[in-house]
């Protein structure tokens, strides 16, 4: 029994994470068509820079977010037997792995500002954040957790009867 999770080729580029998320949620880059056609259509007034002005640092924030947020992803979840291997992704490489013990995790989606967002939690520390990013989506996270507390389920089964021997 094993569960198995590693991410994928085009999941694992920083850069591809944010072009999946660009092309999942085309409707936050509206600003950008806004702002082109304002640079586009000349004589500019005071008003007009200033409204420039305010959406380009809208923009930045927009992105410097984005940009923060979707920096560290989930590489791989592997659990074997008791044994759970975490590797988190910072950038586009492997650069932490976690070595924690099955019964002691719990997984929780919660939503913040209307993103679902991956909890791993130890206790009522949490190990790592998921953000909807790269492949990712409400969808694939609810599949995740099913199938953790479906495995974290076999494993107590399987204890219980091992031990009735």
């Known amino acids: 029994?094993?569960?198995n999770y590693h991410s994928t080729h085009q999941d694992q580029g920083f850069l591809s994470r944010i072009f999946l998320f660009l092309k999942r949620n085309y409707w936050l880059y509206a600003l950008e068509v806004l702002l082109i056609i304002l640079i586009v259509l000349p004589p500019y007034g005071f008003g007009?820079?200033?409204l420039l002005i305010l959406i380009a640092v809208i923009i930045l924030i927009r992105d410097f977010?984005?940009?923060r947020i979707s920096y560290k992803h989930l590489g791989s979840f592997v659990a074997k037997g008791n044994e759970v291997y975490i590797g988190i992704i910072h950038g586009s490489k492997i650069d932490r792995e976690l070595n924690e013990w099955l019964p002691e995790l719990d997984l929780e989606i919660k939503y913040s500002f209307g993103i679902p967002v991956l909890?791993?939690?130890?206790g009522n520390e949490i190990l790592f954040k998921q953000?909807?990013?790269g492949v990712w989506s409400i969808q694939r996270m609810n599949e995740f957790v099913n199938s953790f507390y479906d495995y974290k389920k076999e494993q107590a089964l399987w204890k219980m009867f091992k031990g009735q021997e």
């Not at 909890?119 to 130890?122: C, E, H, S």
């Open 131 to 133: 953000y909807s990013f």
């Open 65 to 67: 977010l984005i940009f």
């Open 1 to 3: 029994m094993q569960l």
């Open 48 to 50: 007009e820079i200033r």
């Open 119 to 122: 909890y791993i939690m130890k």
